[in-house]
């Protein structure tokens, strides 16, 4: 089980918006602007999309944002495009005695 | 850019203890300021993080592998090394080391990962 909760999947056609959820609790995600998101096609490494809740890294699409909510973070993509199709895991800081935890990942699929 | 990359042994029979190296070029693991982290992902999973060593030798945990975890680094190699002791099935995973983006917010830097099976 893990320590952020994220939807198994979620899925969108070309050119549309999805939103993907991820929930902790005020012990990680609420008490910290130290949420990442990555996106991992099979096989691969994960990849750094967005750090410090909403910031990106130099050669990220900016059809990727991220925001937060109290105890919610989420990752927006735009204009879905078929390559978008991949696993994406958030990850919040959660103190020092825990450090970091992650979601469990949500599969995007692009119809 | 930096680059990592991971080796050690892809098989380990339980009880014994898994090591794994991570070797990085592109940049100094003593130039300062960086986190230089192992993470791992069980076999159709998700992402766990196992722990994290500072470039000045401070080292942070998962509580959950504490008590059987060392992360080390060899300035002069280059080079942090993870052991995980008295494993088990379990810790069969694909073990990646990672680097901070910089400020600790996250994992910027990714090696490609190594597949580590715990089997007799």
């Known amino acids: 089980q893990s320590a952020l909760t994220q939807p198994a999947s979620v899925s969108g056609s070309p050119g549309q918006s999805i939103t993907i959820s991820c929930t902790g609790t005020?012990?990680?995600?609420?008490?910290?602007?130290?949420v990442s998101w990555y996106q991992q096609h099979p096989g691969k490494a994960p990849k750094l999309m967005i750090y410090?809740?909403?910031k990106r890294p130099s050669g990220v699409s900016n059809r990727f944002s991220g925001s937060k909510s109290g105890n919610t973070a989420s990752l927006t993509i735009s204009g879905l495009q078929a390559e978008d199709e991949a696993d994406y895991y958030c990850?919040?800081?959660?103190?020092?005695?825990?450090?970091?935890?992650f979601g469990g990942g949500t599969k995007l699929t692009v119809l | 850019q930096v680059q990592l990359q991971e080796s050690g042994p892809g098989l380990v029979k339980p009880s014994q203890t898994l090591s794994l190296t991570c070797t990085v070029s592109?940049?100094?693991?003593?130039?300062?300021?960086?986190?230089w982290s192992w993470i791992r992902q069980h076999p159709g999973k998700g992402l766990e993080w196992i722990g994290y060593?500072?470039?000045?030798?401070?080292?942070y945990y998962n509580p959950s592998l504490k008590s059987r975890v060392t992360i080390s680094v060899d300035t002069s190699k280059n080079q942090f090394s993870l052991k995980l002791s008295s494993v088990t099935a379990a810790d069969t995973a694909v073990y990646y080391c990672?680097?901070?983006?910089?400020?600790?917010?996250?994992?910027?830097?990714w090696g490609q990962g190594t597949l580590v099976t715990v089997s007799s």
């Open positions: 990672a680097r901070d983006h910089g400020g600790n917010s996250g994992f910027g830097y």
């Open positions: 592109g940049g100094s693991i003593s130039s300062g300021g960086y986190y």
């Open positions: 060593i500072y470039y000045s030798g401070s080292t």
């Open positions: 005020s012990s990680d995600v609420g008490s910290y602007n130290l």
């Open positions: 410090e809740v909403s």
């Open positions: 990850c919040s800081y959660a103190g020092s005695s825990t450090s970091w935890v």
